[in-house]
């Protein structure tokens, strides 16, 4: 890894860099793979896998001190990328089911809003993006810094919404099944052949 500022970072802070870049670029592999609609039969699942692992690698973020960039200000390592054709080509997988419900501030209000899969997949998306973009300009305590900061003020909640609502889209698709099937299956299992 080339890293300008890693002296400044201890080993376990550059392994965590490492990491975090690795899983964010996982991340972003499948998601533009789901909105390219390359495999719409298990998008629900590789999103789920995704934005899942993608939340341990914030957890860790969030579970250590502050990090501190090597800088005072920001480096201009670039455009940020434009994330709209992704975002609009998720909704177009996602029609039908890319709206969920969900309670705004579990701590201090029952507030019911309105959220999309599309916007915080490509939301997450974006603010990964960003630090990647200071990961491979060799400026890693930036990185860290803009995954940590980012993970605790927006993607991190986003990706906690976004897996909730992948985890019940799988659990209606898995258990949801009409009396008919259920009371078949449920006979195969009982008195099914049990001569093997």
Known sequence: MSSADSPELDADLTLLGATTAATAERYLSTV?????????????PLLLLAVSDL???????????????????EPDDGPD?????LRTSLANVLDGIDEYREVADPLVSAEVTTGSLSNDLADIAQALSVGLQHHR????????WWWQFSYLSAWGERAASATRALLTLIAHLRLDVDDETAADAEFDALYGDTSS
Do not use: K
């Open 32 to 44: 533009r793979e789901v909105a390219a609609g390359s495999s719409p039969d298990a998008a629900i």
């Open 137 to 144: 300009a060799g400026h890693a305590s930036e990185a860290l």
């Open 81 to 85: 990328r434009d994330h709209e054709p």
């Open 55 to 73: 939340s341990a690698a914030g957890a860790r973020l969030g579970a250590i001190v502050d990090v501190v960039p090597s800088e005072r200000f």
